[in-house]
């Protein structure tokens, strides 16, 4: 197959791209692009900004690149630089969604899933001090001159940090039934 199809003048019209092949780039998809809202700060915000990326890069085709799924070839140099074109660009969009701090520590990494890994691995630590921290957010919050709605989203998102960040473990004796 020369990846071309025959066109009935006899000239040859190339194949239409794989837009369900993670090696499409999107002519939107670009390096400088902005795919997420906000940006990446470290432990405060990691949760909901692993959320919207996964989101993103899920509805993109892109999600293996950072998960590893997506590997470059071996043997197809043509597949390997797509790759290596596509993993600059999610590269691109992850160092384009973290703050400048965040940013220095992870500018060198040349591999989406390396740059993955590491903030997963340096962020995705909650300690004593973060639990007290939003505990703490969360008795401190007041309605003052925000509406109820906006009152209890905010209550409402520090709840679910406080429970996504501390992992009780569930009773499974016989009192507790």
């Not at 002519?27 to 692993?50: H, R, Y």
Request: aromatic letters at 8%; hydrophobic letters at 35%; proline letters at 3%.
């Amino acid at each position: 197959m020369t990846g071309e199809i025959p066109c009935t003048s006899g000239t040859k019209i190339p194949d239409s791209p794989d837009v369900d092949d993670p090696l499409y780039i999107h002519p939107t998809d670009t390096v400088t692009g902005i795919i997420i809202s906000f940006k990446l700060l470290g432990t405060e915000n990691l949760k909901i900004w692993k959320s919207s990326m996964t989101r993103v890069l899920k509805a993109k085709n892109k999600l293996g690149f950072v998960e590893g799924t997506v590997n470059q070839s071996d043997s197809d140099s043509i597949k390997a630089l797509k790759w290596e074109r596509v993993n600059v660009v999610v590269c691109s969009w992850l160092l384009g969604s973290i703050s400048e701090t965040v940013y220095a520590g992870h500018a060198g990494s040349e591999k989406a899933v390396d740059i993955w890994s590491e903030l997963n691995e340096t962020y995705c630590k909650y300690d004593g001090s973060v639990i007290f921290n939003i505990h703490q957010k969360i008795n401190s919050l007041t309605q003052k001159s925000l509406y109820v709605s906006d009152c209890y989203n905010k209550l409402d998102s520090l709840w679910k940090e406080f429970d996504g960040s501390t992992n009780l473990i569930e009773c499974v004796c016989v009192a507790s039934t």
